[in-house]
């Protein structure tokens, strides 16, 4: 992967300067933007404007003495990333999920889940122990994504933000480089807490790599 495709990635609420006020430009404009990531001179001047202005960036972008891409970014392109975190979430909102035995919300969460609604089921995985506040909080926003029951787009959402805050506090002190790329892929946004254990988040991390290299 070349740096042409890493900045293609990056989400363009990235390119905005946070704490600017109305006396300097709070971000690069859409047209500058497209122009530089054309050029291979203003590939390079939106890395430094990420690492110096947005402060990310360093694991990812900084240059290397042999021009090589961060390991973390070539076995985590976008869809694969993606599947991780949808199961992270999952996983992580499985004590609510399991507490639903409502006959339809049951059956949207099997719609919208796949073969990911079974992970969530499996003890064997995660015995979901979790704290009793926690429990409550998991199952009032579940309860609140599955108002509309014609609509997955509330469910997706939900678990994709947190297997997104999961993947950050376990990745950052041991992956720092795919913390970084992952959140380089999507807005800025307020993580929620992270509760899902060391353990569980390892195994589906080793999982979907074992998955892609077996393919």
Partial sequence: MSLLAVIAEIHPDWYHRAGADEHESASISPELLQQARDSALGRRMLARWLMREAGVGGEVLAPRPDGAIAAAVLRWPRARLAALLRDVGVLAYAPAIRAEVRREPVRQLRRALGN??????????WDGGVQASTAAQLRGRLGAALSDGRD???????FD????SELHAWA???DPALAEWMVLQYPRESSAE???PQQQ????HDHHLARARAA
């Fill in 116 to 125: 990911s609604y079974l992970l969530a089921l499996d003890k064997q995985v």
């Fill in 194 to 196: 992270a509760h899902l």
């Fill in 172 to 174: 950052a002190p041991r």
């Fill in 152 to 158: 997955d787009a509330a469910l997706h959402a939900l």
């Fill in 201 to 204: 988040l390892q195994f589906l």
């Fill in 161 to 164: 933000h947190q297997g997104r």
